[in-house]
T-cell receptor, first 116, second 114 residues
Framework: AQKVTQAQTEISVVEKEDVTLDCVYE???????LFWYKQPPSGELVFLIR??????QNEISGRYSWNFQKSTSSFNFTITASQVVDSAVYFC?????????????FGKGNQVVVIP | NAGVTQTPKFQVLKTGQSMTLQCAQD?????MSWYRQDPGMGLRLIHY???????DQGEVPNGYNVSRSTTEDFPLRLLSAAPSQTSVYFC?????????????FGSGTRLTVV
């Protein structure tokens, strides 16, 4: 069963618009970590944020913000005032400490295209 | 501090050939893993290890073999390459169960099997 679902495949926005990426996860573990990674056209995986299951505090970091809600098993990510350099594939990922034995499971990714 | 080093960066194989993708980390991470990335599929786990001498299968292990004789190295072996194994391969490592928990990825190996 898929543990991380990113429903939108490709999202196109005009520069300076906001874009929100949805992530829904599934787990039996009470201790788990959620991640967002960015993969620019150059191909490397860039770590953006980590949240553990006991920390539902949402955060804003520059133009990025995250909304973690355990009640709906969602960990959404927003880019405010998008720029062309934000064009990339964004992955949501889940690591379960007990049932998952620390394995990192990825969603299929969201291709974000920022149009100048 | 090199982090996670993958070699080679690019490789072309003929069907039936075998090869080993190398992965080394210098952060003393207990956990190491291999992923393959295919268009529209995200990253899928091939094999992983929670420490030297311990390995286990991930989501797509068929056609691949691993061993973990040291903490630093986690090579991935393709036993008999097939065109279906054309992909980009990523190695990752992490601490386990600590507050600074997080995964470090290598830069990837682009493999083409013809």
């Amino acid at each position: 069963a898929q543990k991380v679902t990113q429903a939108q495949t490709e999202i196109s926005v005009v520069e300076k618009e906001d874009v929100t990426l949805d992530c829904v996860y599934e787990t039996r573990d009470t201790t788990y970590y959620l991640f967002w990674y960015k993969q620019p056209p150059s191909g490397e995986l860039v770590f953006l944020i980590r949240r553990n299951s006991f920390d539902e505090q949402n955060e804003i970091s520059g133009r990025y913000s995250w909304n973690f809600q355990k009640s709906t098993s969602s960990f959404n990510f927003t880019i405010t005032a998008s720029q062309v350099v934000d064009s990339a594939v964004y992955f949501c990922a889940l690591s379960e400490m007990y049932y998952g034995n620390n394995r990192l499971a990825f969603g299929k990714g969201n291709q974000v295209v920022v149009i100048p | 501090n090199a982090g996670v080093t993958q070699t080679p960066k690019f490789q072309v194989l003929k069907t039936g050939q075998s090869m080993t993708l190398q992965c080394a980390q210098d952060m003393n991470h207990e956990y190491m893993s291999w992923y393959r990335q295919d268009p529209g599929m995200g990253l899928r786990l091939i094999h992983y290890s929670v420490g030297a001498g311990i390995t286990d299968q991930g989501e797509v292990p068929n056609g691949y073999n691993v061993s973990r004789s040291t903490t630093e190295d986690f090579p991935l072996r393709l036993l008999s390459a097939a065109p279906s194994q054309t992909s980009v391969y990523f190695c990752a490592s992490s601490y386990v169960g600590r507050d600074n928990y997080g995964y470090t990825f290598g830069s990837g190996t682009r493999l083409t099997v013809v």
